[in-house]
């Protein structure tokens, strides 16, 4: 019942709404439809094509150097063409027969530690509609902090197979271009989230840790095994009702991901947990990382840059 009332008030609403784009409109096809109810499908098709991204603000507690530091965590989910022949975003019509539906996340995670900031944005784009591949196309990681700063892009190719490129200020990591073979990447399982559920890894799978993960820890990227598992959330950490938790439980990492979101249509993500041993220089602690999601607004952000906008940060509890 409440799926069909979500279902009845997002098809009632999208009528104030044409097409869905990051910065122009354009048409799309229906979300991937692998194993979804009807009502499932236009729920979501209806909230993601309305002409505005989703925009949520988390309050983080990051776990760096041994200590919990207080930062913002942000995810924007947005639809978008996408060119798959080079892979980026369409802005030619002329190029459409080129171009797919993706949803794209952007993740950015910022904190202070001591006197410096770090600053981080991942984004990850996965096919919205029918493609040749469910995986997601693309990933890109950039790393600031004051010392220096990182970036990694991972391109698909056929195959489950990733073509890398790692950029890195320190010497140990420097600059790499190298192909990974990867049935999963962590990043994209948001948007496996977002999308269809149902689809997320479970039992034994070999995965590719997040691009964040491997660069704070000075990791090399590279598929290892991690076990997926999915149920109930039993926690009081997060509020909310019907919610689910989804874990990948890393034995070589001493690591587990945690994330909770809602057991409906658009399944929004409640928070997230990253659990691990810090290294023996930093104490060797069982440490975790915890986001708490607080704001999520729809907003057309590409098209409020001016000064009388900065007021919108506080809709997300954002310094003007």
């Not at 977002?194 to 691009?211: C, M, Q, Y």
Request: hydrophobic residues 35%.
């Amino acid at each position: 019942m409440k799926l069909f009332l979500l279902s009845l008030f997002l098809i009632l609403s999208s009528s104030l709404f044409t097409g869905f784009t990051s910065c122009e409109t354009h048409s799309h096809s229906s979300l991937s439809t692998t194993d979804r109810s009807d009502i499932e499908e236009n729920a979501l098709d209806d909230y993601w094509y309305q002409g505005k991204a989703e925009i949520s603000r988390f309050e983080l507690q990051q776990a760096r150097y041994g200590e919990i530091h207080k930062g913002d965590v942000i995810m924007v989910f947005v639809t978008e063409d996408f060119r798959t022949d080079i892979q980026v975003k369409l802005d030619n019509e002329a190029n459409k027969e080129k171009a797919i539906n993706v949803l794209k996340l952007n993740l950015v995670r910022e904190f202070p530690t001591g006197i410096y900031d770090y600053s981080s944005m991942t984004s990850v784009f996965t096919p919205a509609g029918d493609y040749k591949t469910d995986r997601c196309l693309k990933v890109t990681n950039s790393v600031q902090e004051w010392c220096g700063h990182v970036f990694t892009q991972l391109n698909w190719k056929e195959g489950k197979k990733y073509e890398v490129k790692s950029f890195s200020y320190f010497e140990a990591d420097g600059d790499k271009n190298f192909e990974l073979k990867a049935p999963y990447l962590e990043d994209e399982i948001w948007n496996i989230i977002r999308i269809h559920p149902k689809n997320l890894p479970l039992g034994r799978v070999e995965i590719v840790s997040s691009t964040l993960f491997s660069r704070l820890g000075h990791r090399s990227l590279r598929a290892t095994e991690a076990d997926g598992l999915l149920d109930f959330y039993k926690g009081d950490e997060f509020e909310g009702e019907e919610l689910m938790e989804y874990q990948l439980i890393y034995a070589e990492h001493n690591r587990t991901l945690k994330i909770v979101y809602e057991n409906v249509a658009p399944y929004k993500i409640q928070g997230f947990q990253e659990i691990y041993r810090a290294p023996v220089w930093a104490g060797g602690e069982i440490l975790t990382t915890t986001a708490k999601r607080t704001h999520t607004v729809l907003s057309d952000y590409w098209n409020k840059h001016s000064l009388k906008d900065r007021a919108l940060r506080k809709e997300l509890g954002l310094k003007e």
